[in-house]
């Protein structure tokens, strides 16, 4: 089954952990972007057995890349409760 993650907090309190979620803007300076999506990073369990989460973003102008990452640290996640199909995913 695939779930996709919709919100990741970082940190030991929900509460006053980092907060990202899934098409949230965001304006830095020099940039501005969309977040659109947050990946678990399944080969670096297998290969470390440790948890790594990754950011990816859009930018302006189109360009998708990797924002952050994080790994070693408390993450909750919560999940897209729409099913989602086949042809969501591709």
């Not at 940039?31 to 990073?41: E, K, P």
């Not at 990452?69 to 408390?74: A, H, K, T």
Request: aromatic content about 12%; proline content about 2%.
């Amino acid at each position: 089954m695939y779930e996709q993650i919709r919100k990741v907090t970082i940190g030991s309190d929900m509460k006053d952990g980092m907060h990202y979620v899934v098409g949230s803007k965001h304006r830095v300076p020099g940039a501005a972007f969309t977040l659109t999506s947050i990946v678990y990073d399944e080969r670096h369990w297998i290969k470390y057995g440790t948890l790594k989460v990754d950011l990816y973003i859009t930018m302006a102008a189109g360009e998708e890349r990797i924002w952050k990452s994080f790994q070693d640290m408390p993450i909750a996640f919560e999940y897209n409760l729409k099913s989602v199909t086949t042809n969501e995913m591709a």
